[in-house]
């Protein structure tokens, strides 16, 4: 990743016709911290960098969102459904792991991995005995770097809107997009 120089964020800025106020606005820091950054009189931590370059990305018009990603139709499980038949829902649609939803509310998940070693017994338990942790969810609006960091560490994320489902974004959606 190529970390933009003092001078390409004042050039770029400048472009966009944005004034240091503007942009400050948009990234949510100072004015001030704007023109020391863009004197080379400071070196922001890179959130703060990140917070930047996303607000100018933005005011280009460049950004991609979790909703350009999303898949809306979200293949889920109920933490009551039986394990055989997460197994089948995985089957057949060719997934290695599925969001358990509850009310269109992410509790948990269920892979292919949590059923390994399972006995017969097993598989007729429901779900919410044997689900992990659910995916971590984003906001429609969230950024393509946001889902992207989350990935690093989860099989999926969920979008929500005030609370439900909506959408699912996994590795091969951003890769896809992207590539």
Known sequence: MDLPTPADLREKRKAL???????????????????????????????????????????????LKARDLMHEEVVAVSPDDSVREAARVMDEDAYSQLPVLEHDRPVG????????GLGEESREKPVSEHMSESFPTVAADASIDEVRHLLEYYKAV??????????????????SRLS
């Open 109 to 116: 998940s269920i892979s292919q991995t949590d059923l390994v």
């Open 17 to 63: 016709e944005l004034t240091q106020s503007a942009l400050a606005d948009r990234a949510d820091v100072s004015q001030p911290l704007i023109a020391r950054i863009e004197g080379g009189d400071v070196d922001p931590r890179l959130s703060t960098l990140r917070r930047i370059v996303t607000a100018l990305e933005e005011a280009e018009g460049n950004v």
């Open 158 to 175: 969920m979008v929500t809107e005030s609370g439900e489902a909506v959408g699912i974004i996994t590795e091969a959606d951003v890769a």
